[in-house]
């Protein structure tokens, strides 16, 4: 895979690092509460890409089952998560784009969940919000 057609991307201190093959199928912004709390944001950028297509290249993430559906994989050194598993959805992963080294390679579709926003957040940019979400 040349560097053309891949992503890469990891965690802020650098004990894991990530890559992505290809672009992802969809990609958006997500305010329910479970990713508020198990990020600390407002919001989380997420994109779903082929769990085949994605992989480690340097180090290792720690998992937290943040809910019966759903599992979080995060850096143990700095705290960064990096992405989301959905036991609904085991072929795909939801990597939290911020992390990339050029989250600009991303283009997100929408928001979601939006109605869970933080209390006076208003968004801008002309994405379609829903107040639902498969993330």
Sequence with gaps: MSSSESLEGGCACGAIRYRIAGMPADAGFCHCRLCQRTTGAAVLAWATVPLGAFEYVKGEPRVFASSAWG?????????????????????????????????????????????????????????????????
Excluded at 97 to 105: C, G, I, K, N, V
Excluded at 124 to 132: E, M, W
């Design 71 to 135: 599992e979080r994989r995060f850096c143990a050194q700095c705290g960064a998560q990096l992405e989301y598993r959905r036991s609904d959805a085991p072929s795909t992963v939801e990597v939290n784009y911020a992390t990339l080294d050029d989250p600009s390679a991303i283009t997100p579709k929408a928001h979601t969940w939006y109605a869970s926003r933080i209390p006076g957040l208003e968004v801008a940019g002309g994405l379609p919000v829903r107040d639902d979400g498969d993330h």
